[in-house]
């Protein structure tokens, strides 16, 4: 039967919302708070971000009809240049971003009115409440709703900024910052709050090398400065034009990419004028320190772009420049036109200089050799220039040709080399990134030098201490985090808190030319969701919220009566926000993606630490992994994602909260699958059709009912169990498979109590509505049920029937040993006899069992010896011998109660009252007979074989 998931899903929405149920006010019971990490307000979400977001609100769901009080807060991250650049390239008529935004669903009216950051925000902040959160059904408490850029929210920043300098953690210094030329500073990490690439991007210390050229100097960049006695030629780009700057008096040559970043870093650099790399080709320097005339010879591989385009040459520590010294070597008629002669280039040999365990003396030759590298061109280079180095770094010394850093550890010599040069004016210290990175502006990111740059110092000791111990009581998953978490804690280091440029955020509270930046400003902010309702409903205005109005609802500091006139609100109001505050916080679970692992979840639990007392540290954290496309991580500003709006509209909202929680651990990338969301629409489809079914049934109780009573208490249980760990998808297996299945074996059983069923399908709901809310919701009125089920009382179990639950099980087991039996017999059988075990067999369980009770060990001595006691035991010889020996191995670790389910089960009993079904489910007739009837009919001898739990099989 086709369904019209859309009615019913806005139908229970309109409910909810009627009911109020989403509101979170303090009242008497236990509370839960959970929230996820907001996203950033840089473009439409996806269906990658719905995954997270969904598991926050089952688990809020969950806690509910568990009877705890849940608030489920959500807000926007809209600090940052992504509002602005988005306003900007639609005011311009971008036609990427144009395409994209009518592409999921923005019309043309629309358009036109996003003219400006705030109304860029403004719009998706509308598009992610109404379009995405509420329509998968979340019962987030929208009174609560806040966004980074709201007034009354950048007054909660700014307190947080004065407590953090009352704890002395602000600090400032200059700051080697990546930088836009259009937006300023911008923060560089995982999650990309401020760029569109380059997320993995690192500073880089690089060690500018002056080589002497006449009146010049040729700079290179090396990452190595102890690798410089080995140089031995020098490398420049033949087809890149070199520009010549002035510095601190001196003239060097680098290339125009170089010169602006060196710009940026130095104040008095200035251009006048250019030179061809080619020009520069077969004359020679003299290399710093080692004061050694070396040629200057092609490379095509000196990226101008990289370091300042040119490269010294060390061949026998570097793979690159090994292999394209041999090239050169092996081709000098190639070079000629550079004026090289091949006299000049055979001379170049390589110097040793890095003695390292397992290596010649010339590693990179042997590295290079390992791996079969013969061309420049092998992208195996990378490999092996990365092995050599970190060998080199971590187990080198250096040798008798380094002069007088000869026998130190390389890691000692570096710093000893490069401060020596320093010192001689021979070196300077520059920085660069490790790769490309983009602002969301458009513009290429590079570093620049800031002189009064402020920081958080997260690497102070004692509150990294503090933090870390917290961390061992907390809940984090998944468990690899949890061990994790104290390393990356560890480390942290100071972090630039502010910025200077075109940004939306809150300004600094000491001086207002910086504005906060984006992961600063979302460290404490949960707690903030508990205020927001008295701002958003005009009880509280942002000229209210002093210093002194924080520290009283916060932390509880200073006279009520007085800082409420200093604030301008009622005691009374204040007073109330107070409580507020003490009954939700602190927060019990922040849940996150991945990316926040190393920056956002570490800076959360540190800013708790230093701002707030112990009892309202953070209780737990979620990490979820991405659904991703094909190959890579989905991404909401870069478009080629699968929009919300579509994907409801075609799988429905409870399919796809079904599909994230069930498709994979929370803990594993998931690549987007719509065949699999649709074959979860299916099993939904069936589910409901069942459940219909069910609800018509009406008959007598009989041993069945007792089994699915037992079966669903074991149900609930597990739910509870897995429940405590977090485990949406242990819960949909139970509930979606597991309890489904169990439903349908009762039915074909012949279960159809009216009771049993009712009470079975009011678990079964509550079960399904953490994830499939708007199905059990339709489902639970469906049966009659009164309320709404997400505002049900979960059960507990009542407990469970072994024997009943021992009978089923048995059933089924014999079922499918006769379907294997017939699928490998080759005969035709048109009976099947089943013979249950002697009394003699349930009597050595009984003894197993009763030897476990008395605490005594389960040997194959003692059991034998035991059973031998027994003359009725005695009397089957080696047959019993043999028995006892299986049981004492086998059910070693099982419960005495186990045990004594096998020795008194009335297994005979159980499978003939069933033969019927039996004979029906097999299709032919099934006779049950007992090993003890000595008048059986058993032409094969097969009832000696039968044992507790496992009837013997003859097929006619």
């Avoid at 060196?262 to 077969?282: C, H, P, Y």
């Avoid at 599909?659 to 065949?675: G, L, T």
């Avoid at 489904?740 to 059983?749: G, Q």
């Avoid at 194959?860 to 035991?866: A, D, M, Q, V, Y």
Wanted: net charge negative.
């Amino acid at each position: 039967m086709a369904r019209d998931y859309t009615d019913i899903e806005a139908k229970w929405q309109a409910r909810w919302s009627a009911a109020g149920i989403n509101v979170a006010s303090r009242d008497e019971r236990p509370k839960f708070m959970i929230i996820f990490a907001y996203p950033g307000v840089t473009g439409y979400l996806h269906v990658g971000h719905l995954r997270g977001y969904t598991y926050a609100d089952a688990i809020g769901r969950y806690k509910r009809i568990l009877g705890y009080n849940v608030m489920f807060p959500v807000g926007t991250h809209a600090t940052g240049n992504g509002a602005i650049s988005l306003a900007k390239r639609i005011k311009r008529k971008d036609q990427d971003i144009i395409r994209y935004m009518k592409d999921n669903g923005c019309t043309d009216e629309q358009l036109r009115g996003l003219n400006d950051p705030m109304s860029v925000v403004d719009f998706f902040n509308n598009i992610y409440v109404n379009d995405y959160w509420k329509r998968f059904g979340f019962l987030a408490d929208w009174r609560r709703f806040t966004c980074t850029l709201y007034p009354d929210y950048g007054m909660f920043i700014k307190w947080q900024f004065r407590k953090l300098m009352e704890a002395g953690l602000l600090i400032q210094k200059p700051y080697y910052a990546p930088f836009c030329s259009n937006c300023g500073p911008v923060a560089i990490d995982a999650s990309e709050t401020d760029i569109s690439k380059g997320g993995n991007a690192e500073t880089q210390e690089y060690t500018l090398l002056k080589f002497d050229f006449g009146e010049m100097k040729l700079v290179a960049a090396t990452l190595r400065p102890e690798t410089v006695y080995g140089q031995v030629c020098f490398w420049i780009n033949p087809d890149t034009e070199y520009v010549k700057i002035t510095h601190n008096g001196e003239i060097w040559v680098v290339s125009k990419p170089a010169a602006d970043k060196l710009a940026m870093q130095f104040d008095d650099i200035q251009a006048f004028g250019t030179v061809r790399g080619r020009d520069l080709i077969g004359w020679t320097c003299k290399a710093p320190i080692v004061g050694r005339i070396i040629p200057i010879l092609p490379a095509k591989f000196c990226d101008p772009e990289v370091g300042t385009g040119m490269v010294t040459s060390v061949p026998s520590d570097s793979p690159d420049d090994w292999i394209n010294l041999k090239y050169i070597k092996d081709h000098p008629n190639d070079y000629a036109k550079y004026g090289l002669d091949g006299k000049t280039i055979a001379s170049i040999n390589p110097i040793s200089i890095i003695k390292i365990e397992g290596y010649g003396d010339m590693p990179a030759k042997d590295a290079v050799e390992s791996l079969g590298i013969t061309s420049p061109d092998d992208p195996r280079l990378e490999e092996a220039k990365k092995q050599v180095y970190k060998d080199g770094f971590h187990a080198g010394r250096m040798r008798e040709t380094c002069g007088p850093y000869a026998g130190m550890r390389v890691d000692e010599a570096k710093d000893k080399i490069k401060q020596a040069m320093i010192d001689s004016g021979e070196a300077e210290i520059f920085h660069d990134l490790s790769e490309e990175v983009v602002c969301r502006c458009g513009e290429t990111v590079h570093i620049k030098r800031v002189d009064d740059q402020w920081f958080i110092d997260y690497g102070n000791r004692e509150l990294t201490k503090k933090t870390s111990e917290h961390c061992r009581d907390m809940e984090i998953y998944p468990p690899e985090y949890h061990a994790n978490v104290h390393g990356v804690l560890d480390w942290f280091r100071e972090r630039a808190c502010v910025r200077q440029g075109n940004w939306l955020g809150t300004r600094f509270p000491f001086d207002d030319k910086w504005i906060i930046e984006a992961i600063s400003d979302s460290t404490l902010y949960p707690a903030y969701y508990i205020v927001s309702v008295y701002a958003n409903n005009g009880n509280i205005k942002p000229e209210n919220m002093t210093e002194k109005f924080f520290d009283y609802v916060m932390l509880g500091r200073g006279d009520a009566k007085e800082v409420a006139a200093e604030a301008g609100i009622s005691v009374s109001l204040l007073c109330n926000i107070r409580e507020d505050v003490k009954y939700w916080y602190p927060l019990d679970i922040n849940l996150g993606g991945k990316e926040h692992m190393t920056v956002h979840f570490p800076v959360f639990l540190f800013n708790h630490m230093a701002v707030l007392p112990e009892d309202m540290q953070p209780k737990g954290i979620i990490v979820n992994w991405y659904i991703t496309g094909k190959k890579s991580k989905i991404s909401k500003s870069k478009g080629g994602a699968q929009p919300i709006p579509g994907a409801v509209e075609a799988f429905g909202v409870d399919a796809m909260r079904l599909y994230y929680s069930h498709v994979a651990s929370m803990f594993v990338d998931v690549e987007w699958n719509e065949e699999m969301v649709v074959s979860y629409r299916q099993r939904l489809d069936r589910i409901f059709s069942f459940a219909e079914d069910m609800m018509q049934m009406s008959g007598d109780m009989s041993d069945i009912d007792r089994w699915l009573c037992s079966r669903f208490n074991a149900h609930v249980t597990g739910i509870r169990g897995s429940m405590e760990r977090y485990d949406l998808r242990q819960l949909a297996t139970t509930a979606y498979y597991e309890m489904f299945n169990d439903l349908k074996w009762y039915v074909r059983r012949g279960g159809s109590d009216k009771a049993t069923i009712n009470d079975a399908l009011r678990v079964w709901i509550q079960s399904m509505m953490p994830i499939t809310p708007h199905m059990a919701e339709e489902l639970w009125e469906m049966a009659g049920f009164e309320g709404f089920v997400s505002d049900s009382l979960y059960p507990e179990s009542k407990g469970i029937d072994s024997s009943a639950e021992y009978g089923e099980d048995l059933i089924r087991s014999t079922i499918s040993d006769v379907a294997q039996i017939r699928k490998v017999a080759s005969i035709d059988a048109t009976k099947i006899y089943i013979y249950t075990a002697a009394a003699w067999n349930r009597k050595i369980y009984s003894i197993a069992a009763d030897i476990l009770e008395s605490g005594n060990g389960l040997t194959i001595p003692g059991l034998t010896k035991e059973s031998m006691a027994d003359p009725e035991i005695r009397n089957n010889g080696k047959a019993a011998s043999e028995l006892a020996k299986k049981v004492a191995t086998e059910m070693v670790r099982e419960s005495p109660a186990k045990l004594h389910l096998y020795s008194d089960s009335d297994e005979h009993a159980v499978l003939s009252e069933a033969s019927r079904f039996m004979s029906e489910e097999i299709g032919i007739p099934v006779i049950v007979l007992s090993a003890d009837d000595d008048m059986k009919y058993d032409p094969k001898g097969k009832s000696s074989a039968a044992v507790p739990g496992r009837p013997a099989i003859y097929l006619e």
